[in-house]
């Protein structure tokens, strides 16, 4: 357009005062810059320690860290897509896999990496369900960082003793029986916290209550969601959120975690993610600080994200991001970063076995990861991506309040017609 | 216009000292705003293959489409946020301003007590009021202090309502309400004929707009959604008002203190010769002279309300639909859900909120302008 | 009616006082049951961390603010002149276009202004951040300055003319030297305005390193542990500089926030 030509001189001229005034903004050559969501606790440390080992290798390379905060991402995808819609992407950016990579960025922003997986022997290393998340048309986009499971329900088993409960089989049984048990000693039975951690429990009920089928439906239009079936799930969930605490909706992920172990709530389901914080954070032993199980009525599949790195097209660095990448998918890395993460790699190659990385929750997941069923996670991105997301993050918002069955379904009905891509 | 004979290359200087200032306002506020406006009618998007023209659809989805609760709540909770945070700032600020008015010692450490929320940023309100307004302890703690049970109200994250309607049935009221007004206009427009004077032709140009769009049943085409839909006011905006009053209540006592200076010694004398009380004084001849301050001060603390955003950010980020506005709600459909259509027409529709309390406020300062 | 002010004043403090004890503690301090209590030991922790945290992010919001303020107060003043001494057909309508300007909720100028930044390179930086408060500034600093150089009488003006003095002449011998209570003005109101912003800062600024300190505290309070004490000391480090502004310079402060709100 000319008259960005036009303005963009006067605004040089502008600016040309101001830059004696802002010493050099611009990026030398060999930094990287790195977009990331992990500003605390174990991610922002496997974060810091695998930058810490990239540049020893590549010590020519300096290295960005721009992490944003906010739980799962939120502000931070908000603040990557400005980035993508002003053309000005960082290097190499952290994005979930499934339908964030394909359909939000996908082929006409990321740059196909099959050179990078063939020179490395990847094909191989990395399970083909996975693969199948993160390519399209054979062009595979970005490169696995991690696994994680959103399906985990946590608790410690000395007060579930103490309180005379157990783990709940059904949701049902959660309701009918757990619940009241515990609300009358004071306990939260179930602690949750802001919309998103409320969409991921959400997530857990609807899979317990569809069926691996059903639950994939969702997303590809065999699931009708104002079905009677997805109507139930709902209900359930309205009961399921009278069990839990009600400062709920001021709270991040990491408090709901803290009041299990601080033993003022009973269970919380998270993912795995939360081993990472009990673990590094608050230094408590596996099976006895807390204990893990999987959410009722989702035994035997995982339900899964993976965070991964793309190579953006026009990353302003691509020498170094490639560079950053192929280090990224090698076995070393992924031994350097989950441990310390709290999640499972995706490279199969790593070193699973080694019990002084990996403890006992992690042998424990890696075991169902490779026998279970996998389906994606919608709180996390790996299913209904983008507009699809943002609109059901509204509806459970809505519904925290009213528990409006009817009108949760018919409006999610609504909005899977306008934006769910059904291929 | 002086009087000097300047040069005329000097009168072309003085143009041409503007000219950047006239160019950068009309690419970066007049053309953008036609940019945005222009985005509101296509389906942009960061998707492939998007940014087709779609007409007023955005719009239309917007107040008549399921999907979009949200942006009605929004525009409830406006309505509410403004009414009481005006409300709030104009009896705080008048009682302070009267208060310091009085000659007292200690007026200018009073002043700078209640003005220096006014220096912060919203960001910083937002963020310590976030810690008062913790559920269990905070503010609610307080009561504990003297003995009493801790507050039970739930502040920003509070889910109560009050005063629920159904949005189908909101359409109805508009129109109800425009029907009163044009009662009570011909009713005045009789009186003042009568008394020789004449209404602004503006109102009267804008009530006769309104009543074609009622009897055309506009507002109930407006509020047309296919499934009954509760909206009220949330409590939890209280929140949102009281941190906001805190911030600029300050303000408006400035205004006001600025105002009451103004006003000449003299008139409060002949009034007191005259026999009213200190009171008297006030009601008869103070208060009527604050009137214009009264009305600046709503018009600027209005669009403040109506375009707030980081106190809101702050507070609770974007997924909370109690305490959630227009200018939110435009960030977060922008920016999260990728939807720059929709997240376009938002911003348009919040621009003529803004526009309305506005633009009639520049074109009387402007006309004043003329007459001196 | 000293107890009335004395009630309010209290009230207005209590944030006040809530920053400073939960500041003022360490971590292991900051519990909810004693939230209101003073300090059992005055630590300064908390702002260690906090400016450990968000130094950088004060030192962007200072080179944002300086060049920022700077530039726009030399617009405005040039256009005050203009606007006020040389006004000719139409200028008043200009004026009022401008007007306009300040008022707009800038979301309805947001996605244009992002796309672009982008395409001219600007985006996710301080010196686009400063393109658009200078820009944005226009409206209020040209009214500022308008209103001041109105009172000016214009017989001064026209001396200078007869001794020869044209456009710049009158600008740098009558106007420049008695401006500085308006740049003052201007420049305070300029400061705490771009200090304080948010919304411009959180969309167009990327990268932890480079935003603000507005953004940054934003940040602070979505990272993991709820580190309340952290969170306080950098409220009151992000709120000091504006509030030093404000308590030195109140006057002139005041000034500028009527001149907001004053009939143009």
Request: glycine content about 10%.
């Amino acid at each position: 357009m000319k008259f960005y030509k036009l303005f963009g001189m006067m605004v040089l001229v502008l600016l040309a005062v101001t830059a004696v005034a802002v010493s050099a903004q611009d990026e030398a050559a060999g930094d990287l810059e790195i977009f990331s969501w992990w500003t605390g606790g174990g991610e922002a440390a496997g974060l810091d320690a695998l930058i810490a080992r990239f540049s020893e290798l590549y010590p020519d390379v300096n290295i960005i860290n721009s992490a944003v905060a906010g739980g799962s991402g939120v502000n931070a995808r908000a603040v990557l897509a400005t980035r993508v819609q002003a053309g000005d992407p960082p290097d190499s950016f952290q994005v979930h896999a499934g339908s964030a990579l394909l359909n939000l960025y996908g082929a006409d922003r990321m740059e196909p990496l099959n050179f990078l997986y063939e020179e490395s022997g990847w094909m191989d290393q990395f399970p083909e369900g996975l693969l199948d998340l993160i390519s399209s048309d054979g062009n595979i986009y970005s490169v696995p960082a991690n696994i994680h499971r959103s399906n985990v329900m946590w608790y410690v088993p000395g007060n579930l003793e103490e309180w005379g409960v157990t783990v709940p089989e059904t949701w049902d049984e959660f309701i009918n029986e757990t619940c009241p048990t515990l609300q009358e000693a004071g306990i939260v039975p179930l602690s949750v916290g802001q919309t998103w951690t409320q969409m991921h429990l959400w997530e857990n009920v609807a899979l317990a209550g569809l069926g691996v089928d059903g639950y994939n439906g969702l997303w590809d239009g065999t699931t009708a969601w104002d079905s009677p079936e997805v109507m139930q799930v709902f209900e359930t969930y309205g009961q399921i959120l009278d069990c839990t605490n009600d400062d709920r909706d001021a709270l991040d992920w990491q408090p709901p975690a803290q009041m299990v172990v601080e033993g003022t709530a009973a269970f919380n389901v998270m993912g795995d993610w939360a081993a990472g914080y009990f673990l590094t954070d608050l230094e408590l032993e596996p099976g006895v600080g807390f204990g893990w199980t999987t959410p009722p009525g989702t035994d035997g599949v995982f339900i899964m994200l993976s965070d991964t790195f793309g190579l953006p097209i026009g990353a302003p660095n691509r020498d170094a991001a490639v560079a950053w990448l192929k280090f990224l998918g090698s076995p070393e890395a992924q031994d350097i970063f989950n441990p310390i993460k709290g999640s499972l790699p995706a490279n199969t190659t790593a070193a699973i076995d080694d019990s002084e990385l990996y403890n006992a929750y992690f042998q424990d997941a890696y075991e169902d990861w490779t026998s279970n069923t996998i389906v994606g996670s919608l709180a996390h991105e790996a299913v209904g991506a983008g507009e699809f997301q943002n609109g059901f993050s509204e509806i459970i918002a809505q519904f925290s309040a009213e528990h409006d069955v009817e009108t949760a379904t018919i409006v999610a009905a609504e909005l899977a017609a306008d934006t769910l891509v059904t291929d | 216009m002086r009087q000097g004979e300047p040069l005329i290359s000097d009168r072309l200087k003085a143009v041409l000292i503007l000219i950047p200032s006239i160019i950068a306002i009309a690419i970066f506020v007049y053309g953008f705003i036609a940019w945005t406006g222009y985005t509101s009618l296509t389906n942009a998007s960061l998707a492939v293959g998007s940014g087709e023209y779609v007409g007023m659809d955005n719009y239309v989805d917007l107040f008549t489409g399921l999907r979009h609760e949200r942006f009605r709540t929004d525009l409830v909770n406006t309505f509410f946020f403004t009414a009481l945070f005006i409300g709030l700032c104009l009896s705080v600020g008048l009682l302070l301003a009267m208060l310091l008015d009085q000659h007292i010692k200690g007026e200018s450490f009073f002043r700078t007590i209640y003005l220096f929320p006014m220096a912060l940023s919203f960001v910083v309100t937002g963020v310590v009021w976030r810690w008062l307004y913790h559920p269990v302890q905070g503010l609610n703690a307080l009561p504990t202090l003297i003995g009493q049970p801790p507050g039970e109200f739930r502040w920003f994250i509070s889910q109560d309502r009050w005063f629920v309607f159904n949005w189908q049935d909101l359409g109805g009221y508009i129109s109800a309400f425009i029907f009163i007004i044009d009662i009570v206009l011909v009713a005045a427009l009789v009186y003042w004929n009568r008394r020789g004077g004449r209404l602004p032709g503006f109102i009267v140009a804008v009530m006769l707009l309104l009543s074609t769009w009622a009897l055309l049943e506009g507002p109930q085409q407006l509020t047309a959604l296919r499934r009954p839909e509760t909206h009220g006011f949330n409590l939890a905006i209280i929140a949102v008002v009281i941190a906001a009053g805190w911030q600029m209540s300050g303000y408006t006592m400035a205004m006001y203190l600025a105002g009451l200076r103004g006003i000449p010694e003299d008139l409060r004398e002949a009034a007191r010769v005259d026999g009213a009380s200190e009171w008297g004084v006030y009601r008869l001849v103070v208060l009527p002279l604050l009137q214009p301050i009264t009305l600046s001060a709503m018009i600027i603390l209005g669009h403040i309300s109506l375009k707030i955003f980081d106190l809101v950010y702050a507070l609770g980020g974007g997924d909370n639909p109690y305490i959630d506005m227009p200018g939110v709600n435009m960030f977060f459909t922008t920016f999260r859900g990728n939807a720059l259509g929709r997240g376009a027409a938002i911003a348009m529709i919040l621009l003529i909120m803004v526009a309305l309390v506005i633009v009639p406020y520049l074109r009387t300062s402007l006309r004043s302008e003329h007459e001196l | 009616m000293y107890a009335t002010l004395i009630f309010f004043a209290i009230l207005f403090l209590i944030p006040v006082y809530m920053v400073l004890v939960t500041s003022f503690k360490s971590f292991s301090q900051v519990s909810l049951s004693t939230m209101w209590n003073f300090p059992t030991e005055v630590t300064l922790d908390a702002f260690k961390e906090a400016l450990d945290k968000l130094l950088p992010n004060l030192l962007n919001s200072f080179a944002l603010v300086v060049p920022a303020t700077v530039i726009s107060a030399m617009i405005g003043s040039l256009n005050g002149y203009v606007l006020s001494k040389w006004k000719f057909r139409g200028s008043n309508l200009i004026f009022t276009l401008m007007l306009f300007g300040m008022f707009i909720p800038y979301q309805s100028i947001l996605i244009p202004l992002v796309q672009f930044l982008g395409s001219v390179g600007l985006y996710g930086g301080i010196p686009g951040l400063i393109l658009v408060h200078v820009i944005y500034g226009i409206p209020i600093t040209t009214l500022i300055f308008r209103n001041y150089y109105t009172e000016v009488p214009t017989e001064m003006l026209e001396a200078a003319a007869i001794d020869g003095a044209g456009f710049f002449g009158q600008y740098q011998h009558i106007i420049l030297p008695i401006s500085i209570p308006g740049f003052v003005v201007v420049i305070i109101w300029q400061v705490t305005q771009i200090w304080n912003e948010f919304l411009f800062a959180v969309t167009i600024v990327t990268g932890a390193d480079k935003v603000p300190i507005t953004v940054a505290l934003q940040n602070l309070a979505g990272s993991q542990v709820v580190e309340w004490n952290v969170q306080m000391a950098g409220a009151f480090l992000t709120a000091l500089p504006t509030l030093l502004v404000y308590i030195l310079l109140g006057r002139y402060f005041i000034r500028g926030l009527l001149a907001g709100s004053v009939k143009g």
